[in-house]
Nanobody
Framework: QVQLVESGGGLVQAGGSLRLSCAAS????????MAWYRQAPGKQRELVAT???????NYVDSVKGRFTISRDNSKNAVDLQMNSLKPEDTAVYYC??????????????WGKGTLVTVSS
């Protein structure tokens, strides 16, 4: 069993910054791609950023230059630094990880989400 736990959400004014963190724990052999998704009210969940185990990153166009994803492989953790936040960034942010468990099953895991609210 693998758990992902996010932290760092909250309320911030437009132009402000927040840092989200996520740590994976449990029966982990290896963590491959880690990612952040978000789901705004009334919208579908969208991919925000991904990072591979060797640090290659990708971002959705709407956050490029403002958000930075990073990870600490020794802690099976991933962060999302969000700067210059806009009201349209308001959403529940979910951590996602592709994990090979100690039983050698590869599965995709999700955190429960953390709410980010950006006021105008």
């Amino acid at each position: 069993q693998v758990q992902l736990v996010e932290s760092g959400g909250g309320l911030v004014q437009a132009g402000g910054s927040l840092r989200l963190s996520c740590a994976a724990s449990g029966s982990i052999f290896r963590v491959y791609v880690m990612a952040w998704y978000r789901q705004a009210p009334g919208k579908q969940r969208e991919l925000v950023a991904t990072i591979t185990s060797i640090g290659s990153t990708n971002y959705v166009d709407s956050v490029k230059g403002r958000f930075t994803i990073s990870r600490d492989n020794s802690k099976n953790a991933v962060d999302l630094q969000m700067n210059s936040l806009k009201p349209e960034d308001t959403a529940v942010y979910y951590c996602n990880a592709e994990v090979r468990t100690k039983d050698y099953y590869s599965m995709n895991y999700w955190g429960k989400g953390t709410l980010v609210t950006v006021s105008s």
